[in-house]
């Protein structure tokens, strides 16, 4: 009944690296094809924000706060999507939720599908 499958969330230092993986086991390859794909991010006391999105055909778009060092990919045969982040910042500590859906979200906010349940990022020395 879980449709998305979280993993790689932990602690990093400043500067650090950690690598998100989101897999929908339950979709066949065809189906996972026609999606979006994406990561979101929660703060505590602030809106769910955009991190990283990556379309079916590798187009891709990020929030501004991450641009540069963080990469979203995809592999559609193995249906998982990963996030790798690179100079890790304090404010990038939030719950980290993937995400699927089809169409695009209204304007600051979040998209229609389905959600994740999410995997705490913390940056820390």
């Known amino acids: 009944q879980v449709l998305l499958e979280e993993s790689g969330g932990g602690l990093a230092q400043p500067g650090g690296s950690l690598r998100l993986s989101c897999r929908a086991p339950r979709l066949i390859t065809s189906v996972f094809n026609t999606y979006i794909m994406g990561w979101y991010r929660q703060a505590p006391g602030k809106q769910r924000e955009l991190v990283a999105t990556?379309?079916?055909?590798?187009?891709?778009r990020y929030g501004d706060s991450v641009k540069g060092r963080f990469t979203i990919s995809r592999d559609n045969s193995r249906k998982m999507v990963t996030l790798q982040m690179n100079s890790l910042k304090p404010e990038d500590t939030a719950v980290y939720y993937c995400?699927?859906?089809?169409?695009?979200?209204?304007?600051?906010?979040?998209?229609?599908?389905?959600w994740g349940q999410g995997t705490q990022v913390t940056v820390s020395s």
């Open positions: 990556i379309t079916y055909d590798r187009t891709t």
């Open positions: 995400t699927i859906h089809r169409g695009p979200p209204p304007p600051g906010g979040v998209p229609q599908g389905d």
